[in-house]
């Protein structure tokens, strides 16, 4: 399911970008949510919590949430170079500038689902999992994250520019 889940993601921006290397660098940001999914199950054992259907759903929300994380740097950083910017100065000045808006939406996503992990009553289990999970992979994929997208996006166009001179 996951697997079919980043291969949409990616068959969606390769059509967006009409390209097959930009999608790239915006897929490789995925697993930083996903890995802090899986430290906070792990962090939360105590809870009893289980890699469940509802864990799964988390994941692939997860992987919608960091994918916009990354389209945010990597959409204003390709427009950047279209305009004419050195790879290193339009990956900078995109960090720089979608930073904030990033660390905002993804505040606001976080506060948001934050009451599933303090829920009680009946079906309560299940809001945990779907809580903790998106609550530590988006802060993950938040924190960790926004550090690497750029990084990412540098060492994919680098490639792609490399490549392209070669042929």
């Known amino acids: 399911t996951l697997i079919y889940a980043m291969i949409f993601v990616f068959l969606i921006l390769a059509a967006l970008y009409e390209s097959w290397s930009i999608p790239i660098s915006v897929i490789l940001s995925v697993p930083f949510g996903l890995f802090g999914a899986a430290l906070g199950i792990y962090l939360m054992r105590f809870m009893h919590l289980e890699a469940d259907i509802y864990y799964q759903v988390a994941l692939i929300t997860l992987i919608g949430l960091s994918a916009k994380n990354a389209i945010l740097i990597v959409e204003f950083a390709v427009e950047r170079l279209k305009r004419g910017y050195k790879l290193l100065d339009a990956t900078l000045e995109a960090a720089r500038l979608r930073f904030r808006p990033i660390v905002m939406t993804s505040l606001a996503f976080i ?57």
């Not at 779907?130 to 680098?158: D, E, K, N």
């Open 111 to 167: 506060l948001g689902t934050l009451p599933l992990v303090f829920s009680s009553g009946a079906g309560a289990n299940s809001r945990h999992i779907l809580g903790v999970s998106v609550v530590f992979g988006m802060t993950f994929a938040t924190l960790i994250g926004t550090l690497f997208i750029p990084f990412l996006f540098y060492v994919v166009m680098w490639i792609k520019q490399k490549f392209s001179k070669k042929a």
